[in-house]
């Protein structure tokens, strides 16, 4: 993960224009004034609803349950070794998608984490589908204004997480669960960076990230912030999952990607890898899967509600990325409640190899009959065992994955028992891979054995790589052909080379 050499392409927070590349005097001026309507366009799209096929925000909202719930909809998970502190080991969980950038007009909006909620990122070292380290966030507010009535922030600037112009302010309380179900408490009542509320009342954010960073007992540390969004989107994939084509019209519209201008909250974790290794021993054992998810209080409405406790349910869950776009081909306006996206948010992954259908589904996934149709290009033969491997298994010489070496399967695991490894979809990284001081966007397909899909850093592309291997690589012929070139890319600016790692929200004056 490169420190910021380069200054981001855009910037809109900072009021900045696109920096369009060098492309003779040929570029059409037509193309050049349809930029800033279709950056428009497609912000619109990505929040509101499908434009013309094509998915929100790339498989942001992964299930019609998370239109109902954005404070719970996780949005991206990332798990890679920490490029300045290799001995550990970094986790992120985004939620709250498509969240506007906050200015002085506009103050009263408030992007909370939600309350009554866990916020969880699992790890597994064993292969059995089920956590064996849980680190656990759960939110409360703290209500400081008189009488709790007026607004959360102001009316004086915000210098300080202890500034009484910060009338309202989230704590929280992080837990380590292990297999065993022992609670053991990290942090106790610490405060999250607020929602960014405009460079007026909050003229010096970073300030206040950085006393929000807490660490942690045992090493790491960890924050629970607002944060640009870091999804790295070729948008103009997005048709080829869910049409067959690249568009919405190909090689027209700029890879405007609509959420390099709006915000997340995050969740960033960084921890000694031994904390996450089987037996503490990431060299003998150099694999974990990695998953997040969000759980609500409620109660079993299938029996009797007397004497009914609250329990907690889950209603989110995320891991490898884009699994409703790559399996089923499908995204809210495609997808029906209560079917194979809704279930899959709701099961753990110990329980994925139970699901016929999903099984069936990830040796039959659906975008490469929808290109063959639009396009002609044959889809590979099934079972797509190696589509199986990359959710469900990892990349390995002997279970389909086709890449033709061992890389971030349980299996390489010394001290695991091959009987109780499961088919489970997760994030699976390898602890052991070396921090490479040249990524490459499209990591493992690309050489970059330190990128998705082993493990996911917050520069690594997604869309192309999938695509790709959906239509067979590496085994066989490349399907660059199909990822259109962008005439102008508007993309998050890349991610810091240190912790938290995320850029700054934007926000206006």
Known sequence: MPEMANPPAFDPSAGQRPRLPHRGPGLARRKLGALAAATVALT?????????????????IDAPSSLLDSATDITDVYAFTSPEDTGTVTLIANVRPFQLPGTAANALVDHPFATGARYEIHTDADGDGAPDATYRWTFRNEDRRPFGT?????????????????????????????????VTTLLRDAVA????????????????????????PGGGRT???????????????????????????????????????????????????SEVALAGDARRNPVVGVWSSVSRQGADLGQSLAGQAPAYRQVSRNGTPHVAFAVHGS??????????????QARAPKDDHLDADFLAATLDPVPPKRIERAQGRKAPATPRRDIQALFMKGIGKSNGSLFGFDLNTHAMNADADPSRIVLAEQLRLNLTTPVTAAPKAHGVLDGDLQGFPNGRRLNDNIDGPLIRMLEGEPAGPSARELLPDPVVRLEPADAQGAFPYLNLPHAGP
């Open 150 to 182: 007026g607004p959360k922030v102001g009316p004086l600037p915000v210098n300080s997480l202890d500034d009484r112009s910060l009338g309202v302010r989230q704590k929280y309380t992080l837990e380590k669960v292990t297999a065993d179900g022992t």
């Open 223 to 273: 924050v629970a912030t607002q944060a640009a969004e870091s999804f790295k989107a070729d948008t103009q994939v997005f048709g080829l999952f869910v049409a067959g084509t690249s568009g919405p019209v190909p090689g027209w519209l700029p890879d405007a990607q609509p959420l390099s201008a709006l915000n997340v909250n995050s969740l960033v974790l960084q921890v000694p890898k």
């Open 331 to 344: 995204t809210v306006g495609l997808a029906k409640p209560g079917g194979p996206e809704d279930r899959f």
């Open 44 to 60: 619109a799209a990505s929040v509101a609803g499908p434009l013309t096929g094509v998915g929100e925000a790339g498989g942001h």
């Open 193 to 216: 960076a607020p929602t960014h509320t405009g460079r007026t009342l909050m003229p010096n954010y970073g300030k206040l990230r950085t006393q929000a960073i807490r660490s942690l």
